[in-house]
């Protein structure tokens, strides 16, 4: 069954970082009376961190009156935006930790990842581990490596760069991020495995002009990967009804891959399906790599 993504609400927070206040959205997209599925904003943690800046349960504590602390059922990196489940007490987080566990949940990333690829598609069960350099990365490792599979679906070609679905069989810190590193596909944007340079216009439309006077913005200067989609049993643990909810690309995310697909048609085949590029600007459900590649 598929749910199709609806903004039940909007929680109005403020983040701050020093003395500069920013306002901001959290997007709750469903919720019961075990769950809470919100949009988290790139750029908020969801445990505290050195910032100091509040995490993502805490800005939700602000602004609701709840009757026990909401709690963790699986995590986002920092800068990776999209999906993400919360329990509202501790029967429901042991029961979809436990789905989690038993791989009864399905989720489903956008990344823009550097090409040409290879391939159209691939399975990836390179095993990663902690490395020891660099306590804030992970890296592969075939031995002391945990067993992590990561399914990819190429969904669009811009020549240098290409929009790809992933899905992760197995939930290990920066997995799409260090598994598409590792076979020469990082994300296009990614500080740690990857480059930190922000993706401009000038480099793909070629009759670019720079307004005189003013530097060229970027069209995307975050981590190039949103949690798109996510498919979890919702009910009584023996008896949910299978539902797929959606949370949108944020705008910028969205523009850049509305100026890609336009300034990269003469020399990339982009869409291999027009229809994905829509449903993916209208946050319509897509399929998994799973069911498309035979894994």
């Given at each position: ?10 929680i109005p927070i403020k983040l701050q970082s ?278």
């Open positions: 069954m598929v749910y199709q993504w609806k903004i039940v609400h909007k020093n003395d500069f206040m920013a306002k901001s959205d959290i997007d709750i997209l469903f919720q019961n009376d075990e769950i809470l599925l919100i949009h988290k904003p790139t750029g908020i943690s969801v445990t505290a961190d050195r910032s100091g800046a509040p995490d993502v349960l805490q800005l939700l504590h602000q602004q609701q009156t709840l009757s026990e602390p909401l709690r963790l059922v699986h995590r986002l990196d920092k800068d990776t935006s999209g999906i993400l489940l919360i329990a509202k007490d501790k029967d429901a987080q042991s029961c979809y930790s436990r789905l989690f566990a038993k791989r009864k949940v399905q989720k489903l990333y956008l990344a823009i990842a550097r090409g040409p690829l290879p391939y159209k598609h691939g399975s990836i069960k390179d095993p990663i581990a902690r490395s020891q350099r660099n306590p804030q990365a992970m890296h592969v490792h075939p031995r002391l490596g945990k067993p992590t599979h990561t399914l990819w679906q190429q969904l669009a070609d811009f020549g240098s760069l290409s929009l790809v679905s992933a899905q992760i069989v197995t939930g290990r810190t920066h997995q799409i991020r260090i598994h598409f590193s590792h076979r020469g596909m990082p994300l296009a944007i990614d500080p740690i495995y990857g480059s930190a340079n922000p993706l401009m216009l000038s480099s793909f439309k070629l009759d670019y002009r720079r307004k005189p006077g003013r530097d060229e913005p970027a069209m995307i200067e975050r981590l190039t990967l949103h949690a798109y989609q996510l498919t979890i049993p919702v009910g009584p643990e023996d008896a949910g009804t299978v539902k797929t909810f959606v949370a949108p690309l944020d705008k910028k995310f969205a523009s850049t891959v509305k100026l890609l697909t336009k300034h990269t048609r003469q020399s990339a085949p982009g869409f291999y399906d027009d229809e994905t590029l829509q449903r993916i600007l209208t946050a319509q459900p897509l399929p998994y790599p799973l069911e498309t590649t035979g894994e």
